[in-house]
T-cell receptor
Framework: AQKITQTQPGMFVQEKEAVTLDCTYDTSDQSYGLFWYKQPSSGEMIFLIYQGSYDEQNATEGRYSLNFQKARKSANLVISASQLGDSAMYFCAMREGLGNFNKFYFGSGTKLNVKP | DSGVTQTPKHLITATGQRVTLRCSPRSGDLSVYWYQQSLDQGLQFLIQYYNGEERAKGNILERFSAQQFPDLHSELNLSSLELGDSALYFC??????????????FGPGTRLTVL
C-alpha cells in the first residue's frame, strides 16, 4: 500500500482564493510526522509546514494550514489567499520511526496553478 | 537559501561509470538524508545518516552507497550507472534524527544525466 497518497495530480485556483490540497497517509506507528513541501519550477524543495502525530491543534504557518484528521489519516494543506507565486508542485510527506531511526515517504505531488 | 550545499549542480556521465555527489548540511545539523527524484518515480528516500552513522535505509540500490564524515558532510556514491539513474538527487539535513523536530532542509540538488 502507498504510504502517502495525493489524489490530485493538478489543480487550478483563482488568485486570492483558498485552495485545499489533499493528502492521505498510511502508517501503523503511533508517533509520526507529516510535512508539506513546495517545489517551484526552479527545482528547490521548500519546507512549508509540519504536524506531529500527537499535536492536537492543526499546524499553521502564515497562509498555510494543515487540516489534520487523525482518524481519517488525512493531512490536507490549505493555502489561503492564493498568490501567483504559489504556482508550484506540492508534496506531502511522512516521517515514520522512533528515536534516531527514521524513514521518510513522499507523495507523488500536486501541481498547483494559480490563475490571475 | 536553506544552508544546505550540494556539489556539483549538474553532472553528465556515461553508462557504467561511477560518480560521487557531495552534500554539506546546515551548520549544527547532525542528520543528512539523500533522496532521488525522477520523473516516473517521484521523490524516493534513499538513506539517512546521523552523526556519522547510518540510521535508516529506503529504496537504495546496492550499486549506491553513502557515508557521512566526521565533519558531517556526506557523499553519495553511484556506481555502474544506468540510464535509469538519471534523476535529481537531493540532500537534506535536520538538527536531530528527526524524532520530534519538524522539518528537513533541502539542498538545491544535483542533476545527474547518464548518457
Amino acid at each position: 500500500a502507498q504510504k502517502i497518497t495525493q489524489t490530485q495530480p493538478g489543480m487550478f485556483v483563482q488568485e486570492k482564493e483558498a485552495v485545499t490540497l489533499d493528502c492521505t497517509y498510511d502508517t501503523s506507528d503511533q508517533s509520526y510526522g507529516l510535512f508539506w513541501y513546495k517545489q517551484p519550477s526552479s527545482g528547490e524543495m521548500i519546507f512549508l509546514i509540519y504536524q506531529g502525530s500527537y499535536d492536537e491543534q492543526n499546524a499553521t504557518e502564515g497562509r498555510y494550514s494543515l487540516n489534520f484528521q487523525k482518524a481519517r489519516k488525512s493531512a490536507n494543506l490549505v493555502i489561503s489567499a492564493s498568490q501567483l507565486g504559489d504556482s508550484a508542485m506540492y508534496f506531502c510527506a511522512m516521517r515514520e520511526g522512533l528515536g534516531n531511526f527514521n524513514k521518510f515517504y513522499f507523495g507523488s505531488g500536486t501541481k498547483l496553478n494559480v490563475k490571475p | 537559501d536553506s544552508g544546505v550545499t550540494q556539489t556539483p549542480k549538474h553532472l553528465i556521465t556515461a553508462t557504467g561509470q561511477r560518480v560521487t555527489l557531495r552534500c554539506s548540511p546546515r551548520s549544527g545539523d547532525l542528520s543528512v538524508y539523500w533522496y532521488q527524484q525522477s520523473l516516473d518515480q517521484g521523490l524516493q528516500f534513499l538513506i539517512q545518516y546521523y552523526n556519522g552513522e547510518e540510521r535508516a535505509k529506503g529504496n537504495i540500490l546496492e550499486r549506491f552507497s553513502a557515508q557521512q564524515f566526521p565533519d558531517l558532510h556526506s557523499e553519495l556514491n553511484l556506481s555502474s550507472l544506468e540510464l535509469g539513474d538519471s534523476a535529481l538527487y537531493f540532500c537534506a539535513s535536520s538538527r536531530t534524527s528527526g524524532g520530534e523536530v519538524g522539518e528537513q532542509f533541502f539542498g538545491p540538488g544535483t542533476r545527474l544525466t547518464v548518457l
